[in-house]
């Protein structure tokens, strides 16, 4: 079995005006206590036929993770998306 | 008869494949299609009884929900026990549920707030072998195994007390096989396939005991499940989908040969379903009327294709009640009440439909010990061995003691996290975890979160714990009371054998072969086994003097390396060499015992020393607590045995020489075999320069022996120095001392010239010299007690403070019959009982009360192997393991192991063999005066006999253990055994005995007369 289960990912402050950033409600599970961080990226699906419209967002290290069940809100703002996808120049 | 369609259960309008009612009865479990998934559910069963529970806003109806399953669920089971819930579906796979006990609110995926999963049902394992969809599971009697079946053809029998192990496929059959069942009694599992057969297996052998064929010959493959089922007392066996002269039937055939002669006809399509009542019915009494021996039957519902349903008494000729129309699909499976009153049926047009029947319809249902006398009396086997809740329900209680037992062990097992208790009535619908309910959690987490920046940057977020995670998912004792034995003891045989055949250079013996070998390692090689400080400490506490590698110890130290590798210090090494008698046992151990202020001298010396010193013939034995900053210390000096000695010889006996440990010699020393002459049997140690010891830790005493310290008038003088706690004293003795032990009460030294000088703690001699017949090949201190063991053989046990000989001069000759027998192991308890093991693994001790020798264990007596008795074992209480029952007897007793195949032999044998093993353990435990493991072999026989329902022992017991109420002269009855109150212990069995409310009568019997007693 997996070591990590997500268990449920709710979408919040939804529907939200423009400025507002994405929020995604994690909940997970995890069987043994993890040496490491996770890494959850936020990943836009540009298109359905193939990953190559793929775009990551954001990702987001989680840690440290004992075993149990664990929540987060992983927070990205939308104009990320927006400056991205004109493939601007990164910005801290 | 009440009929309810509950329009609530419902998979969004997805078909719903099976139906399971928990054995509790308070909810149940649907197992169908998802929306892009498999789908099981778990329903709280109170709003399907009550109107009232289904219009509380309060009840939830749903208990939880599970996606895991990635494609249709087509079967969910429950363990029989309640605990677990099994399912499966077309992913292939089997998943097993387990109720969470301490995992905090959830939700159920991709939802909001709203659908809170009320209980918590966590995949606790998934089992993947079949190769396609998995159509049945079922749990088999006493949730040993559980079977699932597969379109792939075979089915698979899983290990379910050690999950995800596999037990056996059974192959054979060539169509999809879609039904699974038990035999109620546990000797066969039975299953249909669309190969047009109903094949039988046995499960003592999982082969094939029957395939019948000729019921099925004109089926044609279109059901979708084949669910077949075995009647409650065992005889029957009903199949789906049978056809006789072209008419759909459910076929009967009888355990008897297996013959095919009845079917139930009716369904005008194929029969997908038949499910029996759990119980066994006889005629309801009419008032008034005599009692007539009406024969008990059996009730059996069966659901078909064509939506219809039939419930069948194997009494009437015609079914008791058929249901057209329940449905608009077929139905799909049927799961009764426990209590044989209540029925669900689940179609696959994604409903179910409940049936509430009365006693009057179907008749008065057997309570669990009338269905226990007919499993006996036909199959000389019981079901339900131990007391089960549903026989609390019908028997009265009568004793207010009793009753008061009974509801603490009702409370206590609810606390238990595995108490699957019906508290589901009405569970609060928001589950709170620190006070604080989800929903609290989650609107303030965003603000909680804690997030910071990794030195590249990035962001990283500290999640928010929710819950614990609940662990030891599948430990043994949920399914069994006890724990079961670790599987180390055939682990360790294995590993044991490995290492016995290994050749000389292997591992185990390293260290004396190779010359370049260095002698300080201390990391244990390969092989070896590392020795926790825990096993030292076992040792220690029973006051043990226990000596030599024997068969038992290697296994001992082997298996202490896989439970204790954790806790073992790397200083503590233990090698164990070939297995008694291929070579003169090596054991070199690591002599920690060396007096801290005195081995820093002795370090020095022992590393330029050490390397020549290969001939040195010595053994040592793990029986003092161990500092490990002592050992890194002392593990300078490792003592090593000779090589080589002719396996025949008369001197190959491994005897060992306790407590020993080299200190360098001031000049070398010639290796020495001491050669005695060959009239005796035992080898006695050879005469080392010096060596120390350490005699016992609380006090700390340290024993030290320096050989031929100083030549005056010609003689050579020993001398003796003793440190306790810090004080020391020395004497000094006319001859080499050859070997010494010690308790806290005494030490005794044993010369070269046979004479064996004893003396108290502080140094006082207590006995002038005593001269032994032949050289002393072991000698052993255990409270005021010094046995000596000569090398012709005999025996001699003293009390010092009486002065007095406990045994005198005995002969080991009647027990070392046989030529290649030697000792290899011997030791004295506490109570001066002297234990001689030997090396064909018997193990003898002197009783001096009977005066003769007494077989307390025998590692080749095939009944402690298949002695159950697991059950029995004491929940809370760790098994003694220190005292000399044990010790002698292998730490992991291998009792019990062969019995884990519930089945395989017949019950009454089984029985037979633990209840003799069982009066073994106790009769051996009395006569070593070991009142520790008396008791605690007391309190396991008790449970077994309570248990087995064995009334005339248990009175017995009882009745030995209580005494003659009122006081005569002529009784000889002892109010004490080893010291304890035999009442005291009666009333320790007391309250095993209202395990079983059989007993309540015996019960409340001796219960008054301890009263009594008592008040007198």
């Known amino acids: 079995m997996a070591k990590v289960q997500v268990l449920n990912v709710a979408v919040l402050d939804n529907p939200s005006p423009f400025g507002n950033p994405f929020q995604f409600e994690i909940t997970f599970e995890c069987m043994e206590d993890l040496p490491e961080d996770l890494e959850w990226k936020i990943i836009y699906v540009g298109s359905a036929e193939s990953e190559e419209y793929d775009q990551v967002l954001d990702s987001v290290l989680v840690g440290p993770v004992p075993a149990g069940r664990h929540m987060f809100v992983f927070q990205v703002s939308k104009l990320w998306y927006v400056w991205k996808s004109f493939s601007m120049p990164k910005k801290t | 008869m009440k009929l309810l369609k509950p329009s609530w259960v419902s998979h969004n309008g997805k078909p719903i494949f099976s139906v399971d009612i928990h054995p509790d009865g308070t909810k149940f479990a649907t197992g169908g299609q998802g929306e892009d998934s498999g789908k099981v559910m778990i329903w709280n069963m109170a709003p399907v009884l009550r109107d009232e529970d289904e219009k509380n806003e309060n009840i939830p109806k749903m208990l939880c929900q599970m996606d895991n399953h990635l494609a249709c669920v087509n079967c969910v089971r429950w363990s029989n026990n309640g605990l677990y819930l099994a399912s499966g579906g077309d992913d292939k796979l089997v998943m097993v549920w387990k109720r969470a006990a301490f995992i905090g609110p959830s939700t159920v995926f991709g939802s909001?707030?709203?659908?809170?999963?009320?209980?918590?049902?966590?995949?606790?394992?998934?089992?993947?072998?079949?190769?396609?969809?998995?159509?049945?599971?079922?749990?088999?009697?006493?949730?040993?195994?559980?079977?699932?079946?597969?379109?792939?053809?075979?089915?698979?029998?899983?290990?379910?007390?050690?999950?995800?192990?596999?037990?056996?496929?059974?192959?054979?059959?060539?169509?999809?096989?879609?039904?699974?069942?038990?035999?109620?009694?546990?000797?066969?599992?039975?299953?249909?396939?669309?190969?047009?057969?109903?094949?039988?297996?046995?499960?003592?052998?999982?082969?094939?005991?029957?395939?019948?064929?000729?019921?099925?010959?004109?089926?044609?493959?279109t059901t979708h499940v084949l669910r077949l089922s075995w009647s409650p007392d065992g005889q029957y066996l009903v199949s789906a989908h049978a056809m006789n002269n072209s008419g759909p039937t459910a076929q009967i055939v009888e355990r008897g040969g297996w013959k095919t002669n009845m079917d139930f006809v009716g369904h005008r399509k194929a029969v997908t379903v038949v499910k029996f009542n759990p119980k066994i019915f006889k005629k309801k009494q009419k008032n008034g009327s005599a009692p007539k021996p009406g024969c008990p039957y059996c009730c059996c519902a069966v659901g078909s294709k064509d939506r219809s349903l039939s419930v069948w008494l194997t009494s009437l000729k015609r079914p008791l009640v058929v249901i057209h129309d329940l449905f608009d699909k077929s139905i799909m499976d049927i799961s009764w009440t426990l209590t044989g009153l209540g029925m669900l049926v689940c179609s696959m047009d994604g409903t179910v439909a409940y049936l509430d029947f009365s006693l009057d319809e179907l008749g008065d249902p057997l309570n669990e010990e009338e269905k226990n006398s007919i499993h006996q009396n036909i199959y000389g086997k019981s079901l339900a061995i131990t007391s089960t809740e549903a026989q609390l329900s019908t028997t009265i209680i009568e004793n207010p003691e009793m009753?008061?037992?009974?509801?603490?062990?009702?409370?206590?097992?609810?606390?238990?996290?595995?108490?699957?208790?019906?508290?589901?009535?009405?569970?609060?619908?928001?589950?709170?975890?620190?006070?604080?309910?989800?929903?609290?959690?989650?609107?303030?987490?965003?603000?909680?979160?804690?997030?910071?920046?990794?030195?590249?940057?990035?962001?990283?977020?500290?999640?928010?714990?929710?819950?614990?995670?609940?662990?030891?998912?599948?430990?043994?004792?949920?399914?069994?009371?006890?724990?079961?034995?670790?599987?180390?003891?055939?682990?360790?045989?294995?590993?044991?054998?490995?290492?016995?055949?290994?050749?000389?250079?292997?591992?185990?013996?390293?260290?004396?072969?190779?010359?370049?070998?260095?002698?300080?390692?201390?990391?244990?090689?390969?092989?070896?086994?590392?020795?926790?400080?825990?096993?030292?400490?076992?040792?220690?506490?029973?006051?043990?003097?226990?000596?030599?590698a024997s068969k038992i110890e290697p296994m001992k130290a082997l298996d202490s390396r896989f439970t204790e590798r954790s806790k073992a210090t790397p200083g503590v090494t233990a090698t164990i060499s070939s297995i008694a008698g291929l070579v003169p046992l090596d054991r070199p151990k690591d002599g920690g015992g060396v007096s801290a202020p005195k081995d820093v001298k002795a370090k020095d010396d022992t590393s330029s020393d050490s390397e020549d010193k290969m001939a040195s013939i010595n053994k040592n034995l793990s029986f003092s607590k161990r500092k490990p900053e002592?050992?890194?210390?002392?593990?300078?000096?490792?003592?090593?045995?000779?090589?080589?000695?002719?396996?025949?010889?008369?001197?190959?006996?491994?005897?060992?020489?306790?407590?020993?440990?080299?200190?360098?010699?001031?000049?070398?020393?010639?290796?020495?075999?001491?050669?005695?002459?060959?009239?005796?049997?035992?080898?006695?140690?050879?005469?080392?320069?010096?060596?120390?010891?350490?005699?016992?830790?609380?006090?700390?005493?340290?024993?030290?022996?320096?050989?031929?310290?100083?030549?005056?008038?010609?003689?050579?003088?020993?001398?003796?120095?003793?440190?306790?706690?810090?004080?020391?004293?020395?004497?000094?003795?006319?001859?080499?001392?050859?070997?010494?032990?010690?308790?806290?009460?005494?030490?005794?030294?044993?010369?070269?010239?046979?004479?064996?000088?004893?003396?108290?703690?502080?140094?006082?001699?207590?006995?002038?010299?005593?001269?032994?017949?032949?050289?002393?090949?072991?000698?052993?201190?255990?409270?005021?007690?010094?046995?000596?063991?000569?090398?012709?053989?005999?025996?001699?046990?003293?009390?010092?403070?009486?002065?007095?000989?406990?045994?005198?001069?005995?002969?080991?000759?009647?027990?070392?019959?046989?030529?290649?027998?030697?000792?290899?192991?011997?030791?004295?308890?506490?109570?001066?009982?002297?234990?001689?093991?030997?090396?064909?693994?018997?193990?003898y001790c002197f009783s001096s009360s009977l005066e003769t020798w007494t077989l307390i264990a025998d590692k080749g007596d095939s009944m402690v192997q298949c002695a159950d008795f697991r059950s029995c074992l004491p929940t809370h209480d760790a098994p003694v393991s220190s005292g000399p029952l044990a010790v002698m007897q292998g730490r992991n007793l291998n009792a019990g192991r062969l019995a884990s195949r519930l089945s395989s032999t017949p019950h009454h044998l089984q029985q037979s063999m633990t209840l003799a093993f069982l009066e073994n353990q106790l009769a051996s435990a009395l006569t070593l005066q070991s009142a520790q493991e008396y008791r605690y072999w007391l309190l396991i026989y008790a449970r077994f006999l309570v248990n087995e329902g064995s009334e005339h022992r248990l009175r017995e017991l009882c009745q030995e253990l209580l005494g003659p109420v009122h006081k005569s002269a002529a009784t000889a009855w002892e109010p004490t055994t080893l010291g304890l109150r035999k009442r005291e212990l009666l009333r320790e069995v007391l309250p095993v005995i209202v395990e079983n409310l059989r007993f309540q009568r015996l019960f409340t019997e001796y219960q008054d007369q301890l009263e009594l007693l008592r008040n007198k």
């Open chain 2, 403 to 548: 009753l008061k037992y009974q509801q603490e062990r009702q409370s206590s097992a609810q606390l238990g996290p595995s108490s699957a208790g019906p508290e589901a009535s009405a569970p609060k619908l928001n589950s709170v975890m620190n006070g604080e309910s989800l929903e609290d959690i989650r609107k303030n987490l965003l603000k909680k979160q804690v997030e910071t920046r990794t030195p590249d940057g990035r962001r990283r977020i500290t999640p928010l714990c929710i819950a614990q995670l609940d662990t030891g998912d599948f430990s043994p004792a949920l399914f069994n009371s006890a724990p079961i034995l670790p599987s180390g003891s055939s682990m360790s045989n294995q590993l044991t054998s490995q290492l016995s055949s290994d050749s000389s250079p292997g591992p185990a013996s390293s260290l004396g072969l190779r010359p370049g070998h260095d002698p300080m390692l201390t990391s244990p090689p390969a092989g070896a086994a590392t020795k926790g400080p825990e096993d030292n400490k076992d040792g220690a506490k029973s006051g043990l003097l226990l000596t030599s």
């Open chain 2, 112 to 221: 909001s707030s709203k659908l809170a999963n009320v209980e918590q049902w966590r995949c606790v394992t998934i089992l993947r072998n079949h190769t396609g969809d998995v159509m049945d599971v079922a749990w088999s009697p006493h949730d040993v195994w559980l079977a699932s079946c597969s379109v792939d053809n075979t089915i698979v029998i899983w290990n379910a007390r050690k999950f995800p192990e596999m037990v056996t496929c059974l192959r054979g059959h060539t169509g999809l096989v879609k039904g699974l069942t038990w035999d109620p009694v546990g000797k066969y599992v039975a299953s249909q396939a669309d190969d047009h057969s109903l094949r039988v297996w046995r499960t003592m052998d999982w082969q094939m005991e029957a395939n019948i064929t000729k019921p099925f010959s004109e089926c044609g493959g």
């Open chain 2, 630 to 843: 002592l050992l890194m210390d002392g593990d300078g000096v490792v003592e090593k045995r000779k090589k080589g000695r002719p396996r025949k010889d008369k001197m190959a006996a491994p005897m060992a020489q306790p407590f020993m440990q080299m200190t360098p010699p001031a000049e070398r020393e010639p290796s020495r075999v001491a050669a005695p002459p060959a009239a005796l049997k035992l080898p006695t140690p050879s005469i080392k320069k010096a060596f120390s010891l350490q005699v016992s830790m609380e006090p700390s005493v340290f024993l030290e022996v320096e050989n031929e310290v100083s030549l005056i008038a010609g003689s050579k003088l020993s001398q003796l120095r003793c440190s306790r706690d810090g004080r020391d004293w020395n004497t000094l003795l006319p001859s080499s001392v050859v070997t010494a032990a010690g308790s806290s009460d005494v030490l005794a030294v044993a010369c070269q010239d046979r004479m064996l000088s004893v003396f108290s703690s502080c140094g006082r001699r207590l006995l002038p010299a005593i001269q032994l017949a032949t050289p002393a090949s072991a000698l052993h201190c255990s409270a005021h007690f010094v046995m000596a063991l000569t090398a012709g053989a005999t025996l001699s046990v003293w009390d010092v403070h009486k002065q007095k000989a406990l045994v005198k001069n005995e002969s080991l000759l009647s027990i070392l019959s046989g030529a290649d027998t030697t000792v290899s192991q011997s030791l004295l308890t506490q109570q001066g009982v002297p234990v001689i093991g030997l090396s064909n693994g018997k193990c």
